[in-house]
């Protein structure tokens, strides 16, 4: 396999993971280009490297620097905005644990804490009212594991994961 079948490879098996998760496969794909690029990209290499219009691409580098994921550049004497990954893995992952909270985990502790709220006067309100505390418990847990997760350093979780996993 040469370089570039093994670009390519990476690139389709990024999209493919992210969107297992239920990230947009191309906006994984323009990460996955700026992240084993050796120099910055402009939209227009990204649209030529990835095959993809001018708006998909500036709409998925505009959704990576949302995300933290993707830092614009500007070169002296140049008007072309250059486009950078974050290349340190644990920034990555914390990027996306937060931005993933923030959409998918707390919206729905809001729910369950509005729903807890229901009162139990029946077998039907009583099983209602178990299920969504039991369910809201182990979210809030969920939630307080992710906030130390995302302000723990890269370290103390290696050493951790490591430990768990011996």
């Known amino acids: 396999m040469d370089i570039q079948e093994g670009k390519q490879k990476f690139i389709e098996s990024w999209g493919k993971m992210a969107s297992d998760w239920g990230i947009n496969r191309t906006m994984a794909q323009v990460h996955a280009l700026l992240l084993i690029a050796p120099e910055p990209l402009t939209a227009d290499e990204v649209m030529e490297g990835l095959r993809i219009s001018r708006g998909n691409a500036n709409m998925n580098l505009r959704a990576l620097m949302d995300w933290g994921l993707v830092h614009k550049q500007l070169k002296t004497g140049e008007r072309k905005e250059y486009f950078l990954a ?3 893995m644990w920034t990555v992952v914390r990027q996306i644990i937060v931005h993933r909270k923030k959409k998918e985990l707390e919206p729905m502790l809001k729910v ?9 006067h029946c077998p039907e309100s009583e099983s209602f009212c178990r299920v ?5 418990s182990l979210s809030h ?13 890269s370290n103390w979780f290696s050493n951790v994961f490591f430990r768990m996993i011996r």
């Open 86 to 88: 974050e290349k340190d």
């Open 132 to 136: 969504v505390r039991e369910i809201r």
């Open 112 to 120: 369950l804490d509005d729903v807890a709220g229901v009162e139990a």
């Open 141 to 153: 847990k969920a939630d307080q594991t992710l906030d130390i997760l995302t302000k723990a350093d």
